[in-house]
């Protein structure tokens, strides 16, 4: 069974940086392109940022995070990242990754807090 384990969230002011990490179990996770999601309270969960399969040389991000925020993965550990900078109270919210174009079962996401 595959299973998706964030890590990497905190508490912390405007401006400065976090890095999130996704350990993904499976054989597959090479040949998948992946992303990263968030929820915030009272708001569906959204799109932020993704990455292509493979060496991952394609990505894609949402308007509100780009620039600010890169996603990455390592084949070799199963992993996915994404590098938040200049973060803002508006990043506030439970990230997730999953599968882009195929979703696996949900992993217990990491809270991002971002405080004046």
């Known amino acids: 069974q595959v299973q998706l384990v964030e890590s990497g969230g905190g508490l912390v002011q405007a401006g400065e940086s976090l890095r999130l990490s996704c350990a993904v179990s499976?054989?597959?996770?090479?040949?998948?392109?992946m992303a990263w999601y968030r929820q915030a309270p009272g708001k569906q969960r959204e799109l932020v940022a993704d990455?292509?399969?493979?060496?991952?040389?394609?990505?894609n991000y949402a308007d509100s995070v780009k620039g600010r925020f890169t996603i990455s993965r390592d084949n070799a550990k199963n992993e996915v990242h994404l590098q938040m900078n200049s973060l803002m109270p508006e990043d506030t919210a439970v990230y997730y990754c999953?599968?882009?174009?195929?979703?696996?079962?949900w992993g217990q996401g990491t809270q991002v807090t971002v405080s004046l």
């Open positions: 999953n599968g882009r174009y195929r979703t696996y079962p």
């Open positions: 990455i292509s399969a493979g060496s991952g040389s394609r990505t």
């Open positions: 499976g054989s597959f996770f090479s040949l998948t392109a």
